[in-house]
T-cell receptor, first 114, second 111 residues
Framework: AQSVTQLDSQVPVFEEAPVELRCNYS??????LFWYVQYPNQGLQLLLK??????LVKGINGFEAEFNKSQTSFHLRKPSVHISDTAEYFC????????????FGRGTQLTVWP | DTGVSQDPRHKITKRGQNVTFRCDPI?????LYWYRQTLGQGPEFLTY????????KSRLLSDRFSAERPKGSFSTLEIQRTEQGDSAMYLC?????????FGSGTRLTVV
């Protein structure tokens, strides 16, 4: 079965510091990968996605992620965070050749302190 | 692109009542999904439609749950005889081969 592991349930950082949110997945087939952000009582907003091509993916709000097939990872990074980045972040994985159901990690709560 | 719309945004119901949620996908997206998200967890897959055909159902979808997508457009998710454990955020998403978009969700509270 597909599994997605977000290694940190909570990540506190100070404003303007860099941050990395980690995501590892298990799959023996081709995958596509997503990072979503969720603010309280709202739906999921897409930050970035990897479907194919370049393994370094740039998303919205200054976020980027790198697909590492050998390490089965898709870590999310931002060089300098803002207080407004405080939210829950979810990594999601789909498998196969076409977009279908996604498997989500349990989420990482990013809290940015002034 | 008007996004994925879900209605209602919030629903409070008494245990044992039936509830129905609606999802309007992005018009050119032929695939539609329902997920459930409980507090502190990531979304869990419930079911998936390609056009009007329901192609996959999770074992989480008990016989009290039913989903339809008549004419391959909007979809409804009905929960019969609600239980307190059904309290959750119900998320709808739609996709093509290049994009996957979620709605804002319907938060269900069973009291």
């Amino acid at each position: 079965a597909q599994s997605v592991t977000q290694l940190d349930s909570q990540v506190p950082v100070f404003e303007e510091a860099p941050v990395e949110l980690r995501c590892n997945y298990s799959s023996s087939v081709s995958v596509y990968l997503f990072w979503y952000v969720q603010y309280p009582n709202q739906g999921l907003q897409l930050l970035l996605k990897y479907l194919s091509g370049s393994t370094l993916v740039k998303g919205i709000n200054g976020f980027e992620a790198e697909f590492n097939k050998s390490q089965t990872s898709f870590h999310l990074r931002k060089p300098s965070v803002h207080i407004s980045d405080t939210a829950e972040y979810f990594c999601a994985v789909g498998r196969g050749s076409t977009l279908g159901r996604l498997y989500f990690g349990r989420g990482t709560q990013l809290t940015v302190w002034p | 692109d008007t996004g994925v719309s879900q209605d209602p945004r919030h629903k409070i119901t008494k245990r044992g009542q039936n509830v129905t949620f609606r999802c309007d996908p992005i018009s050119e997206h032929n695939r539609l999904y329902w997920y459930r998200q409980t507090l502190g967890q990531g979304p869990e897959f419930l079911t998936y439609f390609q056009n009007e055909a329901q192609l996959e159902k999770s074992r989480l979808l008990s016989d009290r749950f039913s989903a339809e997508r008549p004419k391959g457009s909007f979809s409804t998710l009905e929960i019969q005889r609600t239980e307190q454990g059904d309290s959750a955020m119900y998320l709808c998403a739609s996709s093509t081969d290049r994009g996957y978009t979620f709605g804002s969700g319907t938060r269900l509270t069973v009291v």
